[in-house]
């Protein structure tokens, strides 16, 4: 006798197959002319060229941009020939690796001689050598929704591992068994938490317990590349769910140690709530309040996201229990700084990104000392002097940082904060908070007490600013007043 369940799960997949390759001739046919004219060039010099990887994953997804991505039984030197009549412009950054980059019309391509790369035990790099089929090509893929091909012109579908299966199923496996894929490229081992945050996809069970077996086979992979996986993690649309396979399956450790160390062991009364887990939702609610991508600037935000996942990365070594039974982190933000710093810097993030995230991570309390709304004027134009331009930032992140499940502990704590930017706002109405300068330059300093460059100039200058901090803009006449007050209490 039939069974009803099984003839459902059996429909259901053919319905999403069949929608998927309606999805997928869609995108093709809108990429034809460019993909074809191509192909016929590769065939009237006695190659073959096939779409492949992620461009016909993407395709099946709905999702294909104007990134192609090509693979060739010709090689690197004959593919040059071959597109540089053809292309606006034509890069050689990867022919090394047996990839040719060109521009045509509004298509960025790439287009690679069938490969196979591997590493050995202790190198960084991967050894490439050219193969001769594309079935050869395709084993040698991260995954086999990714190891399909549509061979052109023809348009002949090829999938030997069953990716279109996996990618109905959104099941991420690897062609062969993962261990060969990861010890071939341990990168991978990244990529498949990447793409599992990117494409919302789940990760094969025998493939998790590869990379928690290997997971310290990523070690000779370089920190670029490793960096670089973790951007793209960070920036998908489901950034905690890489996040967590990471943390579940000891890369993080090697990659971002400061991540797990977050999983605090809970205090017998759970006094302090449970950190990994309010950090991996302040970086949901932060990516919550990005700009749309379709505004100007807007999009996901590499800073704030990083700011949001390290905000309290402080905490595990700032943990005291107090007499009273309470759990206290002070001054966590402090250190939380410096160590993203330090983590960031290892990384080999860019000097500038640095500095922003760790300004971030040391401002987030700072709201917290506005509490009912008690401020000075003053101390609100220290509050944005010190964000400077990552105030909206700052904004943002202060809000994502509130967790509670105590409704009216969180509306009280979002009131505040309208307040305190309803205050920025009128502030910077009247006074251009944005650019919080002394009411007298150096050079009117100079003039006035008739002293030439030097450090009394210098002293005199943060005195003003102070005073500009403290009381708002002052008539110029004012500050020439104050200025020769506090010159005459130097002596």
Known sequence: MPNANNDSLTQSSTNELSQVQRRAVSELLRVSPVADDLARRFQEAGFTLALV???????????????????????????LKI????????????????????????????????????????????????GDSIEQD????????????????EKEFIDPHNGLEDLAARVLRTPGTPEESFSDDPLRMMRAARFAAQLDFEVAPEVVT??????????????????????????SDHPRKGLKLLVDTGLAALVLPELPALRLERDEHHRHKDVYEHTLTVLEQ??????????????????????????????PRTRRFEKDGRVSFHHHEVVGAKMTKSRMTKLKYSNELV????????????????????????AVRRY???????????????????????????????????????????LQEQEELDAIRPDLDGNQIMEILGVG???????????????????????HDEAVAALKDWWAAQG
């Open 384 to 426: 944005v002097r010190d964000a400077g331009p990552l105030l909206e930032r700052l904004h943002k992140l202060t809000r994502s940082d509130c967790t509670t499940r105590n409704k009216r502990k969180a509306n009280a704590l979002s009131r505040a904060y309208d307040g305190l930017e309803e205050r920025i706002a009128k």
């Open 210 to 235: 590869a990379m928690t077996e290997m997971s310290g086979r990523l070690e000779i992979v370089s920190t670029e590349r490793v960096r670089d996986e973790l951007n793209k993690l960070i920036l």
């Open 53 to 79: 990887g992620g461009s016909v994953r993407d395709a099946l997804l709905g999702r294909l941009g104007n990134d192609l991505d090509f693979t060739t039984d010709a090689r690197p030197q004959d593919v």
């Open 83 to 130: 597109v540089r009549p053809w292309a606006d412009s034509v890069w050689e950054v990867g022919i090394a690796f047996g990839t040719v980059g060109c521009r045509k019309a509004d298509f960025d391509i790439e287009v690679t001689t069938y490969r196979s790369e591997a590493y050995d035990r202790t190198s960084r790099k991967p050894e490439v050598s050219y």
């Open 286 to 315: 932060a990516v919550a309040l990005e700009a749309p991508r379709d505004q100007p600037g807007g999009g996901p935000d590499l800073v704030l996201r990083l700011a949001a996942l390290l905000h309290d990365i402080g905490k």
């Open 453 to 475: 460059p030097g450090p009394q100039i210098g002293k005199a200058y943060k005195h003003m600013l102070e005073l500009r901090l403290e009381n708002g803009p002052m008539s």
């Open 138 to 153: 395709l084993v040698r893929r991260d995954f086999t929704v990714n190891a399909m091909a549509v061979a052109l012109p």
């Open 355 to 378: 500095k922003d995230v760790s300004k971030l991570v040391e401002l987030h309390l700072r709201f917290h000392g506005y509490g009912t709304g008690e401020w000075t004027d003053s």
